[in-house]
T-cell receptor
C-alpha cells in the first residue's frame, strides 16, 4: 500500500540552528512529493513540491528539500531556524490521478 | 483574497446530534476537498468534488457522513447522527483543478467535539 512516513513525531531545535525533517515514501513509482506547514489554529500551507528534474527543491520561507530516489526520501531542511518556524510539518505524496497521502506530521519546537 | 472560509471554527455537540460543517472555496477554484485530522489517523481525505460533482467519496467513513456542493461557492459536510469518535479537525481545501500539480489551499479547519 502507498504510504508516507515521518519518523520523528517531535523535534526541538535551537533558534539559529539548522533543521532537517525526515520523510520517507512507499510507492510503486516515484510520486509527486510535497511539504506543508501548519501553524497552530491554521490550515496547511504548501512549502514546496517536487515533480521531476533537479532533486534539490527550493520553497518559501527559506526551506528546501532534497529528493533521494535510492533512499525513497524527501527530507526538508532549513539552514537557520527562526522562532516563527515552530509549527507542524507534513510530508505528502501523490501520483497522477491519486489523492494526496499525508504523513502523520512532525512538530517542530524552537528554543531560544 | 479571503482564502478558504470554514464555519463554524469550533463545534461542540452531544452524541446523536446532527452536525453540519460549511466551506466556501476560493473564488474561481473548481475543485474542493474535505479532510479529517485526528491524532491517531493523521490527515485523511474524505471526499472531493470537481465542478460541484462528487468524484470520489471512498474516504467517507460511514453512511452517517454526507457531503454536498450545491454550487461553486459552497459545500457542506454533514454528520448524522454524530458519535464521540467523530471528534476531529475537519479541513476544507480548494484548488484550480484536480491534477496534482494544482496547489490545494486549506481553510483554517473546524474543530468538532462530540460528547
Amino acid at each position: 500500500a502507498q504510504s508516507v512516513t515521518q519518523p520523528d513525531i517531535h523535534i526541538t531545535v535551537s533558534e539559529g540552528a539548522s533543521l532537517e525533517l525526515r520523510c520517507n515514501y512507499s510507492y510503486g513509482a516515484t510520486p509527486y512529493l510535497f511539504w506543508y506547514v501548519q501553524s497552530p489554529g491554521q490550515g496547511l500551507q504548501l512549502l514546496l513540491k517536487y515533480f521531476s528534474g533537479d532533486t534539490l527543491v527550493q520553497g518559501i520561507k527559506g526551506f528546501e528539500a532534497e529528493f533521494k530516489r535510492s533512499q525513497s526520501s524527501f527530507n526538508l531542511r532549513k539552514p537557520s531556524v527562526h522562532w516563527s518556524d515552530a509549527a507542524e510539518y507534513f510530508c505528502a505524496a501523490a501520483t497522477a490521478g491519486t489523492a494526496l497521502i499525508f504523513g502523520k506530521g512532525t512538530t517542530l519546537s524552537v528554543s531560544s | 483574497d479571503a482564502g478558504v472560509i470554514q464555519s463554524p471554527r469550533h463545534e461542540v455537540t452531544e452524541m446523536g446530534q446532527e452536525v453540519t460543517l460549511r466551506c466556501k472555496p476560493i473564488s474561481g477554484h473548481n475543485s474542493l476537498f474535505w479532510y479529517r485530522q485526528t491524532m491517531m489517523r493523521g490527515l485523511e481525505l474524505l471526499i472531493y468534488f470537481n465542478n460541484n460533482v462528487p468524484i470520489d467519496d471512498s474516504g467517507m467513513p460511514e453512511d452517517r457522513f454526507s457531503a454536498k456542493m450545491p454550487n461553486a461557492s459552497f459545500s457542506t459536510l454533514k454528520i448524522q447522527p454524530s458519535e464521540p469518535r467523530d471528534s476531529a479537525v475537519y479541513f476544507c481545501a480548494s484548488s484550480s483543478g484536480l491534477a496534482v500539480s494544482y496547489e490545494q489551499y486549506f481553510g483554517p479547519g473546524t474543530r468538532l467535539t462530540v460528547t
